[in-house]
Nanobody, 125 residues
Framework: QVQLVESGGGLVQAGGSLRLSCAAS????????MGWFRQAPGKEREFVAT????????YYADSVKGRFTISRDNAKNTVFLQMNSLKSEDTAVYYC??????????????????WGQGTQVTVSS
């Protein structure tokens, strides 16, 4: 089992940047595919990005491709989401999640067994 704690959210102007972190407990962090999801008010939780166990492969939703970067530090049990060129439509609660799936590409919400509590990102226009 793993516990996830996100941090780094906040209020930023459109065009600005934020870096989210997700710290994981336990010794098996490198065994998980990690993902970031987000949920805006009144909308379903949606896939943002995922990274494989080694950090060598990353995948993004079309809406964030070229602006967001997911990375991980297995020595520090942490996954990051660097968000640049933020837009008002990026406003949401952002969640990190851990998956046991063998595939590198895991965009399905149902494939993630463990979730953090979320961190709010608000982009003002």
């Amino acid at each position: 089992q793993v516990q996830l704690v996100e941090s780094g959210g906040g209020l930023v102007q459109a065009g600005g940047s934020l870096r989210l972190s997700c710290a994981a407990s336990g010794r098996t962090f490198s065994s998980y595919v990690m993902g970031w999801f987000r949920q805006a008010p009144g909308k379903e939780r949606e896939f943002v990005a995922t990274i494989n166990r080694s950090g060598g492969n990353t995948y993004y939703a079309d809406s964030v491709k070229g602006r967001f970067t997911i990375s991980r530090d297995n020595a520090k049990n942490t996954v990051f989401l660097q968000m640049n060129s933020l837009k008002s439509e990026d406003t949401a609660v952002y969640y990190c999640a851990a998956s046991w799936k063998l595939s590198d590409y895991v965009p399905q919400r149902s494939s993630y067994a463990y979730w953090g509590q979320g961190t709010q990102v608000t982009v003002s226009s």
